[in-house]
């Protein structure tokens, strides 16, 4: 069964070898099937946003964060 982990472990090994475009993608499916990302996720998910240089993509996970509760989190600042 898939779960955030694994999720996260599939946008993390394309956001880690520079598959931005697919680790957005992943996370919008994830999203898709109600899984909620958490602070780990999210910290990924960012940081495909600036392999991309995808500003407009990376205020949309900024505010998913803000909503989500993690805004105060040591590890997603």
């Known amino acids: 069964e ?6 996260t472990s599939m946008i993390s090994g394309y ?3 520079r598959y931005g475009e697919e680790a957005l993608k992943l996370f919008s499916q994830m999203q898709w ?3 909620k990302p958490d602070d780990i996720t999210f ?9 991309l ?4 993509q990376g ?17 997603v600042e």
């Open 59 to 75: 205020k949309d996970i900024h505010v998913s964060i803000i909503k989500s509760g993690f805004e105060a989190d040591d590890f």
């Open 2 to 7: 898939r779960n955030v982990v694994s999720w």
């Open 53 to 56: 240089v995808a500003l407009e």
């Open 43 to 51: 910290v990924i998910v960012l940081k495909a946003c600036a392999g």
């Open 15 to 17: 956001a880690n070898h």
């Open 33 to 35: 099937e109600t899984v």
